[in-house]
């Protein structure tokens, strides 16, 4: 049995269940947000599903529920946003304005976020930053649950990279991945569901191949593309982890002691301006671009982020359906709040 439901209302359950749970209005805003978006798109691995982690790690005290974040002194085109031990989402929220202003300014603009905790998709702050007609790079590190390239322990996290360029008329060019065959929340479904994992995905503890989930999730996710995906992992923790002197993958599974929370970390948001870079030169970069795109298209092929996007249409006109098993998820959290979850 299933039921439907609009994005609105989907968010105003979820965030219920958030200030139910002693979250104040400012997190619960912005993370109840971002998640009935990712229900929206049909990423299921992004939308109810993470509801459960984040009580978790509330209820084990590693993110403040009621924290709130800080825009620190800026000055030129970096904007420091201290995220007072809450979620990202607030702290980018805050932040957003003053990378915006920047970018425009200066052509090219970085919001760092520090101390704060991480679930999310990329591609909520990567749209965000499209719609005013900049492009975006975003990316952060998670806890170590991956191995590198060659080797047999976890030592990176699954370091998701995205990046969006502006469209007029259009939905924006985005992609949103891991560096890791698929994102860890992927396994963790897999595991709920007692479904085999394709070959590639992972090894177990003693550093060999496996299709069962559990042994993946007692043992290392693989990076996607071999020592390519490797490499931008590694990059993804210098950039996002250690030059904005926050913590990489291997210390932030340190500090949670356990890969059951939401990582704790930072992340890096650089917008740019295709106006700025091309100025003086001939030709719109937008219009250029749609070349581009019209090329991609002529030969059969498939822009990133389609299939979600055409999800997203999907539940604006209809809604979004709720399986029996959502609803009842959504029900006993609503009802009992940090006591249904250990």
Known sequence: MTSITT?????????????????????????????????????????????????????????QGNAVPKLLETSGAIVRVDGQSG?????????????????RKFGLAALVVND????????????????????ALVMCPSYATVAPWGGSK????????????????????????ATSVVARGEIDLHSREGKPL??????????????????????????????KGSALSMMIELLAGVMIGDLTSAESLDYLGTTGLSPRHGELIIALSPEKFAAGRPGNPLARAEV????????????????????????LSGGIALTSAHEEQLDRLLTLGLDAVR
């Open 7 to 63: 994005i609105d209302a989907l968010e105003r359950r979820i965030k219920a269940i958030f200030l139910h749970c002693g979250m104040s209005e400012v997190q619960a805003n912005s993370v109840a947000r971002v998640i009935a978006a990712g229900e929206r798109d049909g990423c299921k691995s992004h939308g109810i599903f993470r509801v459960e982690g984040v009580l978790r790690t509330l209820k084990a005290g590693k993110v």
């Open 87 to 103: 979620f990202s989402n607030p702290a980018f929220d805050l932040g957003m304005p003053k990378l915006v202003e920047a970018a």
């Open 116 to 135: 704060c905790t991480h679930f999310a998709a990329l591609w909520p702050e990567v749209e965000a930053i499209t719609a005013q007609g900049l492009a």
């Open 154 to 177: 976890p030592l990176l996290g699954t370091n998701p990279l995205a990046f969006g360029w502006p469209r007029e008329g259009d939905t924006d060019f985005v992609f949103d991945f």
């Open 198 to 227: 394709p070959d590639g995905w992972a090894i177990d503890a003693e550093g060999e191949p496996t299709t069962v989930a559990e042994a993946a999730l007692a043992g290392a996710m693989l990076p996607f593309g071999g020592h």
């Open 292 to 315: 581009l795109f019209d090329a991609v298209a002529e030969q059969g092929a498939r822009l990133p982020s389609q299939r979600r996007f055409a999800a997203r249409a999907r539940s």
